[in-house]
């Protein structure tokens, strides 16, 4: 069994930045990828980002890209999602996710999922 964490979000201007933080604990080590998404209000839960453990490879939506990042500190099996250059757009809850497997942008491939942490981004 994996618990996750998540930490880190708040209210924030437009352009500004956020640096969200996953803590995992319990089997740690069977995690193959860790996986950020977001559910806005009144709609789906979208992937957002991955990394890779085996390679530290990294994955990115399309409308996060050039702006988010996915750090991670191995010793303490943590990995961030820092958010800059932030939009109303974004406001969304985050979710950290673990997967036993490859990471993926699909839902179905984690296994564990955190509380989310709400990021609200002002225009």
């Known amino acids: 069994q994996v618990q996750l964490v998540e930490s880190g979000g708040g209210l924030v201007q437009s352009g500004g930045s956020l640096r969200l933080s996953c803590a995992a604990s319990?089997?740690?080590?069977?995690?193959?990828?860790t996986g950020w998404f977001r559910q806005a209000p009144g709609k789906e839960r979208e992937f957002v980002a991955a990394?890779?453990?085996?390679?530290?490879?990294?994955y990115y939506a399309d409308s996060v890209k050039d702006r988010f990042s996915i750090p991670r500190d191995a010793s303490k099996r943590t990995v961030y999602l820092q958010m800059n250059s932030l939009k109303p757009e974004d406001t969304a809850v985050y979710y950290c996710?673990?997967?036993?497997?490859?990471?993926?942008?699909?839902?179905?491939?984690?296994?564990?999922w955190g509380q989310g942490t709400q990021v609200t981004v002002m225009s």
């Open positions: 990394i890779s453990w085996a390679d530290f490879s990294t």
């Open positions: 996710a673990a997967s036993k497997n490859r990471p993926t942008m699909f839902i179905s491939g984690y296994e564990s």
């Open positions: 319990g089997r740690t080590w069977s995690i193959y990828g």
